[in-house]
C-alpha cells in the first residue's frame, strides 16, 4: 500500500520548499528531546486532522501513535477548536490564585469521573509535574521520605519523576539521592516470579512488594507509585487481584497510593480512567495527555479528601504560574464534553474488543516475530521476538545503531506502507486515537500485516 498524496496538503497541494524551511529552521534553532542533535532528521509536517497527519511532500500517514499517546479525540477536532478561540477571544489567561470560569468547570467535570472521593484537582502543565507534586503530596503527608517505583515504568522527565521511572532515560539524571526504592511489578510473560500463571504472578508479585517495604522499613515509605497500565513500558494490564492487592497493602501500612494516568486515563484503556477496569480506588492521581487531547498543555493531580484536609489550614508548599490555564482548561471542557457526546469511551472499548485485539491476535498466528499481543481500549502492544520458543527479544534491551536494525526496518516499512507507529525497545504499540474509525483500524492492521513481514526476516 503505496501512500497517496493527501488531500488536506496545503492549498491543496504538496509544497516541498515550504517543508525544507521548516525543516531548516528546525535543525538550525530546535533541541530536540530525547536525542543526539546531529544523528536527528524530524519529519516536517504541514497537517493533521482525525487520525491524519501528512508531510509536506504529499505523503500521508494513519497516526498509530496519537502524537505520544494524546490525541484521544484525533487532531483538530472543531468543537475543541472552536471552545479555544471562544476561551481566547474571552480571557486568554489569568492567575491562578483566582477563581475562573474554565478552571472551575474543567475540575469538576474531571472529578465527577474520578473514581472515589479524588475531589480535589490540583492542575499542572503536563504529567511529569503532576509527579512531582504527587509525591510532594504524599511526603508531606506521611512525614517520611521513601517511594517505592516500578521497574518497566515512565513516570516523567523532571527531576523527581525521572527518578522514579524504571527505565533507560533515568541512567543519566539518576543521582542515586532521591529516596526512591525500585521493585518488580507482574508481567507475566517476562516474569521475575517463576509464575506459570497470571494467579502466581500477582501473588507472587504481592509478596515480593510487601517484602520490600518490610525490608525498607514501613514507616519510613510515603508512597508507592504505579501506573495503572504501564504506557511506554510496554502496556502490560495487571492481573486481576493486583490493583486491590496493592492498595491493602498501603492501607496495612500507612502508605499513599499514587496511580500514574497520565497515558492510560480519559478513554484509552476503554473507561474513563485505567483504575475503573479493577475498582480501585487511590490517594492521589495523576493526569494529563487525553484530560484535552494534549490540544494545549494541561496536567494535574487528583486528591483523596484525607489529603486535601492535610491541606486545609496548612498551605500547601508548591504551585505553577500557569496552573489550571484558562485556553488548557477550556480544552478541557470541551474535550470533555466531546468524549460523554459522541461516546469516545465507548468507541475504544468496543473497537478494541472488536477489530484490534482479534486483528493483532491473528497477525500474531501469521507472524514469527510477534511473541504476545496484550492489551485493552485503544491501549495495545506486541511484543517482537526473534526465537518464540525463547522469548528472546528482536532487538536486545535499550538497543542502539545496528543493534537496533531489525525494529528499524520494521519501523521504516510501517511507514512506506502508509503507517506511523509507535516503536519502543522490541516492540510496536497500537494506540490510535480513541476516535478512531473500524476502517482506519483495518486499513493499519494491513499496514502492520507488511511492516511485520519484513520484523519476520530476522527471526530463528
Not at 20 to 32: C, E, L, M, N, T
Not at 140 to 145: A, D, I, K
Not at 274 to 302: E, Q, R
Request: charged residues 20%.
Amino acid at each position: 500500500m503505496t501512500p497517496q498524496p493527501s488531500p488536506f496538503a496545503p492549498a491543496g497541494r504538496p509544497d516541498p520548499a515550504a517543508g525544507a524551511a521548516v525543516k531548516a529552521a528546525d535543525r538550525a534553532h530546535v533541541f530536540h528531546s530525547w536525542s543526539a542533535q546531529d544523528l536527528i532528521d524530524p519529519p516536517a509536517v504541514a497537517g493533521a486532522e482525525g487520525s491524519y497527519f501528512w508531510d509536506y511532500d504529499g505523503r500521508r500517514y494513519l497516526d498509530f501513535t496519537s502524537g505520544l499517546v494524546f490525541t484521544n479525540i484525533g487532531y483538530q477536532h472543531p468543537k475543541v477548536v472552536a471552545a479555544i478561540q471562544e476561551q481566547a477571544a474571552t480571557m486568554t489567561t489569568f492567575a491562578p490564585a483566582f477563581a475562573v470560569e474554565a478552571r472551575s468547570e474543567a475540575a469538576r467535570l474531571i472529578a465527577e469521573r474520578t473514581p472515589g472521593d479524588l475531589d480535589k484537582i490540583f492542575f499542572t502543565n503536563g504529567g511529569a509535574d503532576a509527579v512531582e507534586h504527587a509525591i510532594r503530596m504524599a511526603r508531606l503527608h506521611t512525614g517520611r521520605p521513601k517511594v517505592l517505583s516500578a521497574y518497566r515504568s515512565y513516570h516523567g522527565g523532571t527531576e523527581q519523576a525521572v527518578n522514579l521511572t524504571g527505565d533507560p532515560r533515568r541512567w543519566a539524571s539518576d543521582n542515586g539521592s532521591a529516596g526512591v526504592v525500585r521493585f518488580w511489578a507482574p508481567f507475566l510473560y517476562r516474569s521475575r516470579f517463576h509464575a506459570e500463571t497470571e494467579e502466581q504472578e500477582c501473588a507472587r508479585a504481592l509478596e515480593h512488594l510487601e517484602t520490600t517495604i518490610v525490608f525498607e522499613g514501613p514507616s519510613t515509605v510515603a508512597a508507592i507509585i504505579l501506573e495503572t497500565v504501564p504506557g511506554t513500558a510496554g502496556i502490560m494490564v495487571p492481573p486481576p487481584g493486583y490493583l486491590a492487592g496493592v492498595r491493602e497493602l498501603c492501607d496495612k501500612y500507612g502508605i499513599v497510593f499514587v496511580l500514574d494516568e497520565v497515558m492510560a486515563g480519559f478513554g484509552r484503556t476503554g473507561e474513563w480512567f485505567a483504575a475503573d477496569l479493577s475498582g480501585v480506588v487511590p490517594d492521589l492521581m495523576t493526569f494529563a495527555k487525553g484530560v484535552n487531547s494534549g490540544y494545549v498543555p494541561l496536567g494535574g493531580v487528583a486528591i483523596s479528601g484525607e489529603i486535601a484536609g492535610t491541606f486545609g489550614k496548612r498551605p500547601y508548599p508548591g504551585g505553577l504560574t500557569y496552573s489550571g490555564h484558562p485556553l488548557a482548561c477550556a480544552a478541557a471542557v470541551a474535550t470533555i464534553g466531546v468524549m460523554a457526546e459522541e461516546g469516545v469511551v465507548e468507541n475504544a472499548r468496543r473497537l478494541g474488543a472488536e477489530v484490534v485485539g482479534p486483528g493483532l491476535r491473528d497477525l500474531a498466528e501469521r507472524h514469527p516475530s510477534v511473541g504476545e499481543v496484550r492489551g485493552t481500549g485503544m491501549f495495545w502492544a506486541l511484543e517482537l521476538v526473534r526465537n518464540r520458543e525463547t522469548r528472546e527479544p528482536l532487538v536486545p534491551y535499550n538497543a542502539a545503531g545496528e543493534a537496533n536494525a531489525p525494529m528499524a526496518a520494521f519501523g521504516a516499512a510501517a511507514k512506506a506502507h502508509g503507517l506511523w507507529p509507535f516503536v519502543n525497545m522490541n516492540r510496536t504499540h497500537v494506540v490510535p486515537p480513541c476516535t478512531v474509525t473500524e476502517a482506519e483500524l483495518k486499513e493499519g492492521l494491513a499496514a502492520l500485516d507488511a511492516a511485520l513481514s519484513v520484523a519476520d526476516e530476522h527471526t530463528e
